[in-house]
């Protein structure tokens, strides 16, 4: 199932997409579970499915705005390094080397309000913030059961779906803190929809591109990943208890605008199109 949460006549839904359609939640079903996170804290996937079955209303994607699959997630988790790339920024000779893999995961957190959803802009940050803003393609794992101590091999049980993610960058705040150079205000998206994980025969085999204006600027495929999904959520869960609706953004490979030479920042008016093998693209433009 592809499954997207949507702003309509200045209501906030979600439902199943079909095609160019997407068909909306009964109002009964919508009262019971009022976001996806509450559908799939109550493991009512199937529930959904059944209720949108039985509705005869249509709506065309190209008539509702889209909105992040999981509008209200308790947490957003990000994976640093986890492909082999070159540094966003440059050392004292002004190159970027690669970086060596990391011995260890590295995590850090997105804050409520820094992603907006297929089709909306990015807010180019103000000021000097503005000049070194960047992308990040990303494969984003949807937590369906929660759970702590999760076993590496037990943890695709606890995923739900998959969905794709522009980690936002301002390299320039980077060097002040992690945080700060990820959390700017609507600076990533996150879409177009969320992809149930029966959906994905491969997880391994995932794809990932990142089209800048057109020009294919990130390639990759979810093997390459330096610390693989079950690992992730064996590491993150070792940590804290996980919980579903949670997003696990995987990391994202070489080809940012940071680490090109010439590097390549985003700018006023350009287009950005991340693509994910069996979930879809998610397209934002700048400013």
Same mark, same amino acid.
């Given at each position: ?105 590295? !995590?850090?957190?997105? *804050?409520?309000?820094?992603? &907006? ?6 807010? %180019? =940050?103000?000021?000097? #913030? ?81 089209? !800048?204006?057109?020009? *294919?600027?990130?390639?990759? &495929? ?6 693989? %999904? =079950?690992?992730?959520? #064996? ?53």
């Amino acid at each position: 199932m592809k499954i997207a949460s949507f702003k309509h006549d200045s209501s906030d839904l979600f439902g199943l997409v079909q095609d160019e359609f997407v068909v909306p939640a009964s109002r009964s079903f919508v009262e019971s579970y009022p976001t996806l996170r509450d559908v799939i804290t109550a493991d009512a996937l199937e529930q959904l499915a059944a209720d949108c079955a039985q509705s005869d209303q249509n709506i065309a994607l190209s008539d509702v705005q889209l909105l992040p699959p999981i509008t209200n997630p308790q947490r957003i988790i990000c994976v640093g390094i986890n492909y082999p790339k070159r540094y966003p920024v440059a050392d004292e000779n002004g190159e970027f080397p690669f970086m060596p893999a990391p011995e260890n995961i590295i !995590l850090f957190a997105k *804050l409520d309000g820094t992603l &907006v959803g297929h089709g909306q802009p990015l807010e %180019i =940050p103000v000021g000097e #913030a503005a000049e070194t803003f960047d992308y990040e393609g990303e494969i984003t794992v949807v937590i369906g059961k929660g759970g702590r101590h999760i076993p590496a091999e037990n943890a695709f049980d606890h995923i739900a779906g998959y969905t794709i993610m522009n980690d936002g960058s301002v390299r320039g705040w980077q060097k002040h803190s992690v945080h700060a150079g990820k959390n700017f205000a609507n600076s990533g998206g996150c879409g177009p929809w969320m992809v149930t994980a029966d959906e994905i025969d491969d997880p391994f085999g995932m794809t990932l591109q990142t089209r !800048l204006n057109g020009e *294919l600027v990130q390639d990759t &495929v979810a093997s390459e990943m330096v610390f693989a %999904i =079950p690992e992730l959520i #064996a590491y993150i869960s070792h940590t804290i208890d996980l919980r579903p609706g949670d997003l696990i953004a995987t990391g994202s490979p070489e080809g940012s605008g940071g680490s090109r030479k010439p590097q390549r920042f985003l700018r006023t008016g350009d287009q950005l199109e991340i693509s994910v093998s069996g979930v879809g693209t998610l397209k934002n433009r700048i400013g």
